[in-house]
């Protein structure tokens, strides 16, 4: 069945928080970490509401989401999750272009993304780089920093 992308909505909320969770445990992160990580891992309906949260959908069924936050023209990449049961299907590749073509819509240069170290070689297959590393938790884990640089468009000049 063919996958859609649509925009989350309030409703979505419990079904989104719920693949934040699988997908993170997909790692085999110890749960005491996936405790941790809790509130980093649900989404609310304020946030559906208040940023760009976008969802990939199968019939009526989510198989998995994005989100994004801040503005002018950098991003940050709060949540790429897609469920465990559609992991490697190519979800995730229909999620992170349908991104790049709604911050390219947006003028936006920059998206950073501090990522799973499991999921660094999927963002650098799809065309991010490293950038460094930032401070995560708990104390001493650090995540790999990755930037996507969106160049500019030039405006079509008419007649030529
Ligand atoms: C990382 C994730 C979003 C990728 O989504 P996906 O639907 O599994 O990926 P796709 O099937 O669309 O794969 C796209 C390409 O990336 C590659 N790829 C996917 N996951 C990868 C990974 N973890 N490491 C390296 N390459 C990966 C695939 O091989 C594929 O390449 P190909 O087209 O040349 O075969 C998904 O696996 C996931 O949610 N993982 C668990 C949670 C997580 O870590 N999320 C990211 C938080 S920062």
């Known amino acids: 069945m063919a996958i ?26 110890p749960e005491k970490w996936i405790r941790l990580w809790k509130p980093d891992l649900t989404v609310t309906s304020e946030f559906v509401r208040n940023q760009v949260v976008f969802c990939a959908v ?16 950098r991003r940050e990449l709060e949540h790429m999750w ?16 349908h991104l790049l073509r709604h911050l390219r819509r947006q003028g936006v ?5 501090a990522s799973d170290p499991n999921a660094e070689g999927f963002y650098r297959k ?7 590393s930032i401070a995560s938790r708990p104390a001493g ?20």
């Open 4 to 29: 859609r992308i649509r925009r989350a909505r309030s409703a979505d909320t419990e079904e989104l928080t719920r693949i934040a969770h699988a997908a993170k445990r997909f790692w085999g992160y």
């Open 141 to 160: 884990r650090r995540l790999p920093l990755l930037v996507v640089d969106l160049p500019p468009r030039r405006s079509a000049c008419r007649g030529r």
């Open 109 to 113: 240069t920059k998206l950073m993304i």
């Open 82 to 97: 897609v469920d465990p049961e559609a992991i490697g299907a190519g979800v995730g590749r229909l999620l992170f272009g």
């Open 58 to 73: 199968r019939g009526s069924t989510i198989v998995g989401f994005y989100a994004l936050s801040g503005d002018g023209q």
């Open 126 to 132: 799809l065309g991010a780089r490293r950038a460094g």
